[in-house]
């Protein structure tokens, strides 16, 4: 299977600030997603990235706050911006199932702590 | 609207003994559905899934249920041992035009020795 990874894969910042999460897959994947998952809690979609379109994001979450870059089949990022401390969660990436495309496999995710 | 939720937020169970975790979603027209086992520290790690026209499927160890009937979700693990601790989730397709996935609110699954 695919090797999914992400950095960093945590920090600590300040309030006001902006960080910019990479992930990268070693095979070429058409649909990538982000996800956030708030302490304790479950895993939330922000948007859905396909490789030379826009993102689509999902209700709640805003390209302002959260901007994806898709460059290439095999890499996105998604940079949380003007954080505050409830921006502190886990921000994983995932990538559609190779030969199956109904499936969702996941990076390590970036655990980001918002002071 | 659509949401996928479990009844249980924790189990433990002796260790060797078989487990249970439970899953319920509302969107009938979800014919895709996957368990994950996400371990402290880690992303969420592919266990298992199954369709809509299928009752039951079989992995190592693990078995998942599907009543469309009454639309609930079930994972059984056999034999547990202390590396099957973690938090599960079960997720359903919805297929918004796309590919969605909906997550549960997860169990945390506890082996005791």
């Known amino acids: 299977s695919a090797v999914i990874s992400q950095k960093p894969s945590r920090d600590i910042c300040q309030r006001g600030t902006s960080l910019t999460i990479q992930c990268q897959v070693d095979s070429q994947v058409t649909m990538m997603f982000w996800y956030r998952q708030q302490p304790g809690q479950s895993l939330t979609l922000i948007a859905t990235?396909?490789?030379?379109?826009?993102?689509?994001?999902e209700s709640g979450f805003v390209i302002d706050k959260f901007p994806i870059s898709r460059p290439n089949l095999t890499f996105s990022t998604l940079t949380v911006s003007n954080m505050s401390p409830e921006d502190s969660s886990i921000y994983l990436c995932?990538?559609?199932?190779?030969?199956?495309?109904?499936?969702?496999?996941f990076g390590p995710g970036t655990r980001l702590t918002v002071l | 609207g659509e949401s996928v939720g479990l009844h249980l937020p924790t189990l433990s169970v002796q260790e060797g003994d078989n487990s249970i975790i439970n899953c319920a979603y509302s969107?009938?027209?979800?014919?895709?559905f996957i368990w994950y086992k996400q371990e402290s520290g880690k992303g969420p790690q592919f266990i298992i899934d199954?369709?809509?026209?299928?009752d039951k499927r079989q992995g190592q160890r693990v078995t998942v249920l599907l009543n469309k009937t009454v639309k609930h979700l079930s994972l059984q693990i056999a034999a547990t041992q202390p590396g099957d601790s973690a938090v599960y989730f079960c997720a359903e397709n919805t297929y918004q035009g796309a590919q969605k996935l909906v997550f549960g609110q997860g169990t945390r699954l506890t082996i005791n020795p």
């Open positions: 969107n009938s027209a979800s014919d895709y």
């Open positions: 995932s990538v559609e199932g190779w030969g199956r495309t109904d499936t969702q496999y």
């Open positions: 199954i369709r809509s026209n299928m």
């Open positions: 990235a396909n490789q030379g379109s826009e993102a689509t994001y």
